[in-house]
């Protein structure tokens, strides 16, 4: 059978249109069977998946980082680009920097933590942030968090990586020295006859420790009370011995030895000032008695004064009565009264000068304890103060410029003298001796033994006396060498007299630090500074 043609003439079976649609039509429903096939499978994947997204991950916690063993300091590498945090245990921590760019170079040098403030903002570059940061030096260098780009960038500030920034801004007690030199600078063990040990001081007893300011608060309120002076006076309080005070002879090191100090003097300003209320109520009742007691003999003088001038009325009167019995008779009775009245106000003058002598007395002494009082509270302020100085590591420089030797604690200075250098115009170098925890089991006749640790600058301080020659245009700066002086050889040259070593001996426990350099006091030395030494 022949098929029927369109009205196109086309086969509608042999159409290619019509068969590229059956196939595409084929292919999507082979797609769509599919998807519905998988889409469960996909949808229950993605839900298994997004919900491990939503259960709460375990904490990993950092490791805890290591016991700090004090003294702690600072050696920044400007060359390497790294700061190394040492402990008394060796290196505590170390992280990489960005020190100041051309330009603006970072200091090198021996400086200290002066400073610290968590939230800083720089007062010379428009309020910049710097947060934790710790100050070197009054004109603007510190340690602070910021960016670090991998090379010096900084306007002259030692920039710090967050997490060090942060560990070490709650690890320095704000004393920490810190090292800032162009190469390695590597602490190494150093022991020499000429470095001072600490003296074993022997603990304050009972008999050193009475409590003056108790006596003192007794007297100001048994006077307050209206005992006497000389009563006040026998009073005695009885001794307490703070902590750490021990009676039986007990040896302390210098630092034990400021802190049970601190105590006692802590103790007696705080006496001192509960008995200023008593004493000073004293001193206000006192005056009031005293001015009362003014009154009455002023009252009593008034009675005094007017008796007088009755009994001189009457005196006239009687001369002017004359023959007349009945008025002399009063008159002579007006005298005799008037002349009671005279010898009652005598009387009672008398015993109001005396009421006031008393009184005048009892407020000169009262006024006295108060006065007494307020000298302890002053003394027991200052002896606070300098027992809690004493808690600071002392630091002493000795320099070859001005032939002395300087020692500060606290950044406050204690005395500087002078001292015999041999050879004065050969350089000595710049050395700093820090002074560490004692060793364990290790004494000297029964006191500890501290370990020291030696440092020398490689750069030449800034005061060396190598006059720098002038170089033609072009022409690079020859770099000045540090002298070649061992740690060892300078401390050779250098006699001290025993009494300052004895005194130094008294103040001296790890932390402490010698520093010895060819110059004199730097310009960054100053009020509230420890010794800054530049080397540029």
């Known amino acids: 059978m ?60 950092a490791p805890a980082p290591a016991p700090l063993n004090r003294p702690l300091f600072f050696v920044v590498n400007i060359g390497k680009q790294r700061v190394t945090a040492y402990s008394s245990d060796g290196i505590y921590a170390q992280a990489p920097i960005s020190s100041g760019s051309r330009g603006h170079a970072t200091p090198t040098g021996i400086f200290n933590i002066i400073q610290k ?27 602070h968090q910021g960016a670090l780009p991998g090379y010096p960038a900084s306007h002259g500030c030692i920039r710090l990586p967050y997490d060090f920034a942060s560990r070490m801004f709650n690890a320095t007690e ?56 000389a009563d006040a006076q026998k009073i005695d309080v009885k001794a307490e011995i703070p902590d750490g005070a021990n009676a039986g002879g007990k040896l302390l090191n210098p630092r034990e030895y400021a802190l049970t100090m601190t105590k006692i003097a802590a103790k007696t300003a705080d006496e001192a000032e509960r008995a200023a209320s008593p004493a000073r109520r004293a001193v206000e009742a006192r005056v009031q008695e005293q001015r009362i007691a003014a ?8 009675a005094l004064s007017v008796a007088s001038n ?5 005196d006239k009167r009687l001369s002017r009565v004359g023959d007349n019995e009945t008025k002399r008779t009063e008159a002579e009775a007006a005298r005799a009264e008037a002349e009671t009245k005279v010898k009652e106000a005598q009387t009672q003058i008398e015993a109001a000068e005396r009421a006031k002598a008393d009184k005048d007395e009892a407020a000169a002494v009262a006024l006295k304890a108060f006065r007494q009082l307020d ?13 809690k100085r004493r808690l600071a590591p002392v630091s002493i420089f000795i320099s070859r410029k001005t032939q002395r030797l300087y020692v500060r604690q606290n950044y406050i200075k204690v005395f500087d003298v002078p001292v ?7 350089p000595l170098g710049t050395h700093l001796y820090m002074a560490m925890q004692p060793v364990k089991g290790g004494s000297v006749e029964g006191a500890p033994k501290l370990r020291w640790l030696s440092m020398t600058l490689t750069e030449p301080s800034q005061d060396i006396a190598e006059p720098r020659t002038r170089r033609r245009k072009g022409e690079a700066e020859k770099p000045r060498l540090a002298p070649n002086v061992s740690a060892s050889s300078a401390l050779d040259r250098i006699e001290i007299p025993e009494e300052v070593e004895d005194k130094i001996s008294e103040m001296l426990w790890s932390g402490g630090s010698i520093i010895v350099s060819d110059s004199g006091i730097s310009n960054e030395t100053g009020e509230y500074t420890d010794f800054v030494i530049l080397t540029r």
């Open 420 to 426: 015999i250098i041999r050879d004065p115009g050969k």
């Open 295 to 302: 009154t009455d003999l002023r009252k009593a003088q008034i």
């Open 375 to 387: 000298v302890t509270r002053s003394q027991a302020a200052n002896n606070t103060l300098f027992w």
């Open 174 to 229: 704000g004393t920490e020295r810190v090292i800032v030199a162009k190469g390695d600078v590597v602490p190494m063990p150093f022991s020499h006859a000429k470095l001072p040990e600490p003296a074993m001081l022997q603990a304050p007893g009972s008999e050193q420790i009475a409590s003056i300011s108790g006596r003192m608060l007794a007297n100001a309120v048994n006077i307050a009370e209206g005992a006497s002076a």
């Open 2 to 61: 022949m098929r029927r043609a369109t009205a196109g003439g086309a086969d509608p079976v042999n159409n290619p249109l019509r068969m590229s649609f059956a196939r595409w039509r084929d292919l999507a429903l082979v797609s769509c069977f599919a998807a519905a096939s998988i889409a469960p499978l996909d949808a229950a994947d993605a839900r298994t998946r997004y919900r491990s997204y939503d259960r709460p991950k375990k904490k990993v916690e």
């Open 117 to 143: 403030n968590r939230h800083h903002r720089s007062n010379i570059y428009s309020g910049a942030p710097m947060p934790f940061m710790q100050r070197l030096t009054w004109s603007g260098v510190a340690m």
């Open 310 to 314: 009755r009994l001189d009325a009457a």
